[in-house]
């Protein structure tokens, strides 16, 4: 079964840390000096702070989410996006396979 992601807007808690976080995007890639890809399930920033800069951006991914404080909207664009992002994530894993 594939994971439901949460919607932007959403603030959680995740382990190992101290600080909730609000989900600001999903898959984002960070790629090292080897080329080699990670891709994460979500990007968030620190809550109630907000994007201060781009060093306070922070990638996780669902296994780490330990509550859930705050879901965010979900409308029939929300749902229709979240339709996209499993289409997404099947494609990257096919790549990745292959």
Do not use: A
């Not at 101290?18 to 000096?33: D, H, S, V, W």
Request: charged share 30%; aromatic share 10%.
């Amino acid at each position: 079964m594939e994971n439901k992601y949460l919607p932007i807007g959403s603030v959680v808690k995740i382990s190992d840390s101290q600080k909730k976080l609000m989900i600001t995007g999903y898959l984002p890639i960070e790629t090292n000096e080897n080329e080699e890809r990670k891709i994460w399930d979500y990007c968030g920033c620190l809550y109630p702070e907000g994007i201060i800069t781009t060093s306070t951006n922070y990638v996780f991914n669902q296994d780490k989410i330990e509550e859930v404080c705050f879901l965010g909207l979900e409308d029939d664009e929300q749902k229709k996006f979240q339709e996209k992002i499993q289409e997404t994530v099947r494609k990257l894993r096919n790549l990745d396979n292959n």
